[in-house]
């Protein structure tokens, strides 16, 4: 990164007169991918300390109804998109249960989300399941090649549930019900 990296205000806009733009410059939705960087005419915007740049943190909704599992649900939810945004199968995988690690080979993983880069992953709704799992759902942008996507757009907007099993202290994506569909639309 060149030069001096500043935190913003989380959902602001960071006012760039220190770099000399005399601009606003939008950081993006949550609090803590927020930064920006000098570096040319026109700043951008950067993910601190996480990975290739892109932090995988997932942010909670306001109105989100929390429980005990939220801090759990936020770290396995983190993992699964660190692992998508750095393109590590590895940690991707270590996201998910043994039934679901079985349902992705490697190379399916690798041209699936070769070219992605999820931001703004927001949990917004999280309930208690009957199995003593959690179901979340989380609205993300992702950006990808577009022969990669699964509507031929390079950005889509997606509103997914995740359906989360207990492991240990915490949780394992598992199956999604039968017949569950995510939504998304194009950017």
Request: hydrophobic fraction near 35%; charged fraction near 15%; aromatic fraction near 8%.
């Given at each position: 990164m ?37 570096g ?17 943190g ?32 590895a ?10 690690q079985?349902?992705?080979p ?34 993300f ?47």
């Amino acid at each position: 990164m060149a030069g001096t990296v500043k935190s913003c205000v989380p959902e602001a806009v960071f006012v760039a007169e220190a770099f000399g733009l005399g601009e606003g410059v939008a950081c993006g939705e949550l609090c803590e991918c927020v930064a920006v960087t000098e570096g040319s005419a026109a700043a951008e915007c950067v993910f601190v300390g996480v990975g290739d740049g892109v932090s995988a943190g997932v942010g909670v909704a306001a109105g989100v109804a929390s429980n005990g599992a939220e801090p759990a649900v936020q770290t396995t939810l983190g993992r699964y998109f660190q692992g998508i945004n750095d393109h590590n199968y590895a940690e991707y995988q270590s996201a998910h249960n043994a039934q679901e690690q079985a349902t992705e080979p490697k190379s399916a993983f690798g041209t699936g989300y070769g070219s992605t880069e999820d931001s703004g992953m927001t949990l917004v709704a999280l309930q208690s399941t009957a199995d003593g799992g959690e179901s979340a759902t989380v609205t993300f942008t992702s950006r990808q090649a577009a022969a990669a996507s699964i509507d031929g757009s390079a950005c889509n907007n997606w509103r997914v549930t995740y359906f989360l099993v207990p492991h240990g202290a915490g949780y394992l994506i598992g199956p999604a019900p039968a017949g569950y569909k995510p939504t998304y639309s194009d950017c």
